[in-house]
């Protein structure tokens, strides 16, 4: 991530030589400072992640001590139990339409925002508002504006003569209608693309405009490559996120046996939270994180692998 | 239509030229305020909702002017008790001050020793610190809570306030990155006039890196503010909810009052709006720091 900075405090000299008794001084000053973080990296980092690969090979309700059963947990997850590739379903189906959808039209908001029009201060305010509103408040406002029968937006399809849907009471449109919340407070992105958007040096686009390139020729040949970098950032920070989405769905979902309409919003996470803090399968609820976990791990891993095939650096081209 | 080169075209070629820079102003600024309009929509919508007799909120067509005005709606919702506001502001600022204490402090002093101190194995500290930072929260977050259940501080905002006093990734490295930007002579200069390295951090470091405390602290302020998930399973008296989760709680009580919920909605999430128009500035920054460089 931040290599560029590394290698600058790698590169930087050396103090000269001091006598060994003055450089464990030294040392021991610097791990004054940083004292806090290796406690919480060894307490709340490493000492959990180690935990909870034996955890996930265990049954524990918390009250009773673990007992170790070996890969039960995962056997009954792969094949026992048809809600867990519910949730894993809902959660890949979710990702895979909300991390596109938000990614072009988050990048689609910045480039509008990067114009230079009147007023474009305020019109960055307000799309990014969204993005502030508490997710139990958001979530709350959408569940009133999605509603199925005189909800604002039914109102509006309606009104253009399209069918009323039925949105979260609605097996089918249920993660659509969570993705549209997604896309109203997708303002993070934006901003993230905007800032890059502000780096593209306004010598290439003129250099460009020379050559005769029209203005769909300089956003292919000028800015995407340029943008790819936060592109990357983006991708990864919001396939992470989409597939944790967690409060949106349990708020949407209710507090029934099902959530939402035939368990069209149980979410992984949703799953795991009713294993770990409703049924107190600690045991069961760690294999499902170490599994979601792994998963996480890999996808980040492919999309790194690939990025050295579409992500342009610049600081590589020097 | 044919092409002309006579002098006398170039005064309507110019004014054409003209035009259609008007024309694409407008056309420009029309969809700005579209999109404005459709993310507006919805805040206005709560505040129409909020302030509507409970038989005006579902009506086809929609009503966009309450009638009569309910303003006694936020008193019978911050009011009611299954949402005592005051109650669970207090609880939410108590968690939201603590916490960004505990980031500020602990951001900084670690922050200064990667920045500036010399020790061994930092740069393969920092290159874990920086990892972690990708590292999905999923697989700590069992037995953390097992953690902290052992120590017996489920039920107390302990869990959720304590770690933010031993660091946390994103924070030290933004931090990080401000202090690498002071100039070493700043320091250097207090060093040979004898001044220790928490002096030199305390009294010379501090000071100069107000912005990127600021940018730290807000940013830490909004998602304690907003947290959810932490209160979720940490928390278990009603009475020592935040406000999110005091809304959650009143929503699946009185899940069917809309216009009361969205004045209580409005009332959880206008502070922090407020809060981002006086600190836009650093809060936009911290975001696109993110994301910078990456």
């Given amino acids: 991530m931040t290599t560029e900075s590394l290698a600058r405090d790698l590169s930087r000299e050396r103090p000269p030589r001091v006598s060994l008794r003055r450089r464990l001084r030294r040392n021991l000053r610097g791990y004054v400072f940083v004292l806090p973080w290796i406690i919480s990296l060894l307490v709340f980092t490493a000492y959990p992640m180690l935990a909870s690969f034996y955890f996930s090979m265990t049954d524990y309700s918390v009250l009773k001590p673990p007992v170790w059963t070996g890969l039960q947990n995962f056997k009954v997850m792969f094949t026992q139990d048809p809600l867990y590739w519910k949730s894993a379903y809902n959660s890949a189906y979710y990702t895979l339409l909300s991390v596109p959808l938000q990614l072009v039209i988050a990048l689609v908001l910045a480039m509008m925002l990067n114009r230079k029009a009147r007023g474009i201060g305020i019109y960055r305010t307000i799309y990014y508002l969204p993005s502030l509103m508490p997710v139990v408040a958001g979530t709350l406002l959408w569940m009133l504006l999605l509603n199925p029968r005189d909800g604002l937006i039914n109102e509006a399809l309606s009104f253009v003569g399209l069918p009323k849907l039925g949105w979260l009471q609605s097996s089918a449109w249920s993660k659509p209608a969570l993705v549209l919340m997604a896309l109203w407070g997708s303002g993070w992105l934006m901003l993230i693309f905007l800032a890059a958007l502000k780096d593209v040096p306004e010598s290439l686009h003129e250099a460009a405009m020379i050559d005769g390139a029209n203005s769909w020729q300089r956003f292919w040949a000028v800015t995407l490559p340029l943008l790819t970098p936060s592109i990357f950032f983006n991708l990864i920070m919001s396939i992470i996120g989409s597939f944790q989405v967690f409060a949106q769905a349990l708020i949407a979902g209710g507090t029934g046996n099902s959530s939402g309409p035939l368990n069209s919003l149980l979410m992984y996470m949703v799953q795991l939270y009713r294993y770990a803090f409703l049924y107190f399968e600690m045991g069961y609820a760690s294999a499902m994180a170490l599994v979601l976990f792994l998963v996480l791990v890999a996808i980040t891993l492919v999309v790194v692998k690939t990025s050295g095939s579409w992500v342009y650096y610049e600081s590589a081209r020097r | ?294």
């Fill in chain 2, 1 to 294: 239509m044919q092409r002309t080169h006579v002098p006398a075209n170039l005064a309507a070629l110019r004014r054409r030229r003209r035009l259609r820079r008007i024309l694409s102003i407008g056309i420009e600024q029309l969809v700005l305020a579209a999109v404005a309009v459709l993310f507006l929509i919805p805040f206005l919508w709560l505040i129409i909702t909020s302030l509507k007799p409970i038989d005006q909120v579902f009506t086809s067509p929609p009503q966009w002017i309450p009638e009569p005005v309910m303003w006694s709606n936020y008193v019978d919702a911050l009011g009611s008790p299954a949402f005592p506001f005051f109650l669970l502001l207090r609880n939410t600022l108590f968690y939201v001050v603590l916490s960004t204490i505990g980031v500020l402090l602990s951001g900084a002093l670690v922050a200064y020793g990667f920045a500036r101190m010399d020790f061994w194995g930092k740069d393969t500290l920092f290159a874990i610190t920086l990892s972690t930072m990708m590292l999905p929260g999923i697989v700590t977050l069992i037995p953390t809570y097992i953690l902290f259940r052992w120590l017996g501080w489920v039920g107390s905002y302990a869990p959720l306030i304590v770690p933010a006093f031993f660091g946390s990734a994103f924070n030290i490295f933004l931090l990080r990155q401000f202090f690498l930007t002071i100039p070493w002579e700043l320091t250097d200069a207090a060093k040979v006039d004898g001044a220790g390295d928490l002096r030199v951090f305390w009294q010379i470091m501090m000071p100069l890196v107000k912005p990127a405390l600021l940018v730290v602290g807000v940013l830490n302020f909004m998602y304690t503010w907003n947290d959810f998930f932490g209160p979720l399973i940490y928390l278990t008296k009603s009475s020592e909810y935040p406000l999110v989760m005091g809304l959650y709680a009143f929503q699946t009580q009185h899940g069917i009052q809309w216009n009361l919920m969205m004045a209580a909605s409005l009332a959880v999430a206008f502070p922090i709006i407020l809060l981002f128009f006086f600190a836009q500035r650093y809060f936009i920054e911290g975001i696109t720091l993110t994301g910078l460089k990456g």
